[in-house]
């Protein structure tokens, strides 16, 4: 499987992203697909996640309400970003697992995409 975030960048604070990552060499809609970040100095940590039929939806409490996963037919995942904080300045992972259960885990996801820088100025 084949993974490729776009969509970073900077923005102000109070500004919007939206996140894409397009996934290949495995049919889609077998795997779960999950978010995670990383800012520099701190350990990889979970954002969002969504199970391979999206009905179920796990967010970090750091962005519940703010930050919106979802899922396309075809090959994609995105995470809708709104009400930016200075805070959510990290690189962004998409990964996807191919187990049964939906984690938050960062071990329980089996492929990782290259990351996309997200800036977000005060």
């Known amino acids: 499987v084949q993974l490729q975030a776009s969509g970073g960048g900077l923005v102000q604070a109070g500004g919007s992203l939206r996140l894409s990552c397009a996934a290949s060499g495995r049919t889609f809609s077998t795997f779960g697909m999950g978010w995670f970040r990383q800012a520099p100095g701190k350990e990889r940590e979970f954002v969002a996640a969504i199970s391979r039929s999206g009905g179920s939806i796990y967010y970090a409490d750091s962005v519940k309400g703010r930050f919106i996963i979802s899922r396309d037919n075809a090959n994609t995942v995105y995470l809708q970003m709104n009400s930016l904080k200075p805070e959510d300045t990290a690189v962004y992972y998409c990964?996807?697992?191919?187990?049964?259960?939906?984690?938050?885990?960062?071990?329980?996801?089996?492929?990782w995409g290259q990351g996309t820088q997200v800036t977000v100025s005060s």
């Open positions: 990964a996807a697992d191919t187990g049964v259960v939906l984690t938050t885990k960062a071990y329980g996801y089996d492929y």
